[in-house]
């Protein structure tokens, strides 16, 4: 997992001073876009090249207005926990205005999760009932106040209905496999 980093500067010389202090602290990852040679370089262009330091791409694109005016860019992806560290370095060479607020907290990348990662999802939650809070449901409740009981339903049951529930449907199958049994489909096949 690794943070990604970004800051633009004021000109080629400051960001090659900050991305030389990022490797000397042991950053490995550190990706630099100068301002082109050409003043016709189109900004598409100069966003692609941004993009290839694993910078999305809609940021990429307002990161080029800045490199396509002279200013140059620097990304570092930081491993998990080393991201306040390249912030602090970066952030000591007077960065100038990107056009993207960075404010917000650190985008993870997760190279094993990248689609977790583009969605800014987390791969794990440190959260025993998202479902109920998200559906503003408690996780665990009084019998008084089920599912169940919203529909007319008893939680559990004492026996009254027999081997079968409400609908006529037995509560527990003797076939492990009633799907590929009622569609006449075999459970695995040799392909």
């Known amino acids: ?64 207005r800045g490199v396509a005016a002279g200013h140059a860019l620097v990304t570092v992806h930081a491993p998990f926990g080393s991201g306040k560290l390249a912030e602090t370095i970066l952030e000591s060479h007077s960065p100038v205005e990107s056009g993207i607020s960075h404010s917000e907290p650190l985008s993870m990348w997760d190279e094993a999760a990248p689609l977790s990662s583009v969605i800014g999802m987390a791969t794990v939650i440190n959260d025993p009932d998202p479902i109920s809070k998200i559906f503003g449901f408690p996780s665990v409740t009084s019998g008084n106040c089920s599912f169940s009981s919203m529909i007319g ?39």
Request: net charge negative; glycine share 10%.
């Open 153 to 191: 339903m008893p939680l559990l049951t004492d026996g009254e209905l027999g081997d079968k529930g409400r609908v006529g449907l037995p509560y527990l199958s003797g076939n492990p496999t009633p799907l590929s049994s009622a569609l006449g489909l075999p459970l695995l096949t040799k392909r």
């Open 1 to 64: 997992m690794s943070n990604e980093i970004t800051r633009m500067f004021a000109d080629p010389a400051t960001a090659a001073r900050a991305a030389e202090e990022l490797r000397e602290e042991g950053y490995g990852d550190v990706f630099v876009v100068n301002p082109p040679g050409a003043a016709d370089t189109p900004v598409s262009a100069i966003a692609a090249q941004i993009a290839l330091g694993r910078v999305h791409l809609g940021d990429a694109r307002i990161y080029a």
